[in-house]
């Protein structure tokens, strides 16, 4: 989530960042939402966009899920990770 964050302040021409996180018995969710100009769906194809191959990456080795909504205005970044994989201290 630190690359969508390095992306917002880089591309994005963003005023506002929402950082949402939420924990429930199965699932952690991490949400970015940005009001930036958003992300062209062309965009997430290529194959030199190594920040986004590398957060795919990342949420497919964490047996996660990774979701990009890139519908303007802004872009909304979502990982979901199951709940059981990890270990949490209050």
């Known amino acids: ?3 969508s964050l390095t992306n917002v302040l880089k591309h994005a021409y963003a005023q506002r960042v929402d950082v949402y ?3 429930n018995n199965s699932t952690i969710v991490v949400s ?6 958003g992300i062209k769906a ?3 194809e290529k194959h030199n966009a190594f920040g ?5 990456e990342r949420a497919l080795l964490l047996h996660g899920i990774l ?3 890139c519908a303007p ?5 979502r990982l979901t990770l199951p709940h059981s994989d ?3 201290n209050p």
Do not use: F, H, K
């Open 1 to 3: 989530m630190q690359e």
């Open 21 to 23: 996180l939420s924990l």
């Open 32 to 37: 970015i939402s940005d009001n930036g100009i």
């Open 42 to 44: 062309e965009q997430l």
């Open 52 to 56: 986004i191959l590398g957060m795919r």
């Open 67 to 69: 979701e990009i909504d």
């Open 73 to 77: 205005p802004g872009a909304t970044i």
């Open 86 to 88: 990890y270990e949490v």
